[in-house]
């Protein structure tokens, strides 16, 4: 063990002969390794209490509380603290005891100074390696339940397609069912025929509902069917005219405005328009969600040549510190199951990473969120052009 880790070690030495530890911390201290003493089990304790202690040494044989009592308190609260135990010479009984309790290893008394440090370093390289291999195992579940979500979006975007797909089909016999009727109501023998005008207005309805139906299914194949990329020229705020637009009914429910404001003059950018779209949807949802009643939703739009910034900026709910670390995880909701699938804001960042651009968020709890958007006009694409779920 090299000279630096060693000074990371802390040490704890518990004996109640108080020229024991002094002489046993200065010799320590000349090694390196400084450490902090307490008289008896209880005082041992109480250090832990108040300090973080990866080591601690310590005499079996103490008035009060003896030592294998002691380290049954300090397995029981602080299971990853070693303990290295001192017992008499004609006790070594009391050390087995303690290594069925969890102590590291013991030593009998009189004690060889190299000895103990040797112990010291091997108590302190077995918290090092297992913290690392806790480290590893966390960093494998955490890959392991990306890889879950990322294959559950596929599922869902195949599963959307699918139903969309098969939508089409008892729509296409409705529109045409709505046609034919339509074309009856014109023949001259239904002319005198009593509330001819309300039928006709009915079927009118039908097809128009239709006709919205279609759109949907259409933009669902459009966005998740399709696996390739479109990239055309887009008008962004002739696009976000539009998102907003489709939004709109929504926000009105609530008594919410939303207002565009662009600034700067608008280089053409070059994205996929199904995306940007979704990006939007999503951001401009979820701020009425946030939103409280007859409150306000502004989105800026600041265009340079280099790139376009996006603003979305409600004055609802607001999010905490700590969720907002989370936010952008897949599957991480704060909304009830019916009404959330915690997928929004992870498709939304990773359709905007695709673009080469960036998604960030500034909250504060209960005054509102301010969730900014970059796109780089020159899209350098950072995937192999698979494009996104
Ligand atoms: N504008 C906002 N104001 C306050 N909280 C927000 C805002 N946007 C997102 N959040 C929080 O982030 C969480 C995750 O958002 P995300 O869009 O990923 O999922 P969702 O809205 O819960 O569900 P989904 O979008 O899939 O229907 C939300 O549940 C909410 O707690
Ligand atoms: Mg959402």
């Not at 002094?22 to 304790?45: I, V, W």
């Not at 690392?132 to 990322?150: L, Y």
């Not at 098969?166 to 023998?189: F, S, T």
Request: glycine share 8%.
């Amino acid at each position: 063990m090299d000279a630096d880790s060693v000074k990371h070690i802390r040490l704890l030495l518990v004996d109640d002969e108080s020229e024991f530890r002094n002489t046993l911390a200065k010799r320590l201290r000349k090694r390196g390794l400084d450490s902090l003493q307490a008289a008896d089990g209880d005082n041992c304790l109480a250090v832990l209490a108040d300090h973080a202690i990866d080591v601690v040494v310590m005499d079996v044989v103490m008035p009060g509380m003896n030592g294998i009592d002691t380290l049954y308190q300090i397995k029981q609260q602080y299971p990853q603290i070693e303990v290295i135990l001192l017992t008499g010479n004609a006790n070594t009984q009391d050390g087995v005891e303690g290594i069925k309790h969890g102590a590291f290893d013991y030593l009998t008394k009189p004690v060889e100074f190299d000895h103990l440090l040797g112990k010291i370093f091997q108590a302190y390289d077995k918290i090092i390696s297992e913290k690392r291999q806790k480290a590893a195992e966390e960093f494998k579940t955490r890959i392991e339940q990306q890889m879950i979500a990322t294959e559950r979006l596929a599922a869902l975007g195949t599963l959307a397609a699918g139903v969309a797909h098969e939508i089409n089909n008892p729509l296409a016999i409705v529109n045409e069912a709505a046609g034919y009727l339509k074309a009856l109501l014109q023949k001259r023998e239904l002319a005198e025929m009593p509330h001819r005008a309300t039928f006709e207005k009915a079927l009118e309805k039908v097809e128009n509902s239709v006709k919205r139906a279609r759109a949907i299914t259409h933009q669902l194949l459009a966005d998740v069917g399709k696996r390739e990329r479109v990239v055309v020229e887009i008008d962004l705020e002739a696009l976000l005219t539009e998102t907003l637009a489709l939004i709109r009914r929504e926000a009105e429910k609530k008594g919410i405005r939303v207002q565009l404001e662009a600034e700067g003059e608008a280089a053409p950018l070059w994205a996929d328009p199904n995306q940007i779209r979704q990006v939007f949807i999503n951001l401009l949802s979820n701020a009425i969600h946030a939103s409280y009643d007859n409150s306000e939703i502004r989105v800026y739009i600041q265009s340079t040549t280099a790139e376009a910034a996006i603003e979305i900026v409600d004055s609802g709910i607001g999010i905490s510190r700590e969720n907002q670390g989370r936010i952008f995880e897949p599957f991480f909701s704060t909304k009830s199951p019916g009404e959330g699938t915690g997928l929004g804001l992870y498709v939304t960042r990773e359709i905007v990473e695709k673009f080469g651009g960036r998604l960030a968020v500034e909250s504060t709890l209960g005054e509102g969120s301010r969730f900014s958007v970059i796109i780089p006009n020159q899209i350098g694409f950072s995937d192999d052009g698979s494009g996104t779920q």
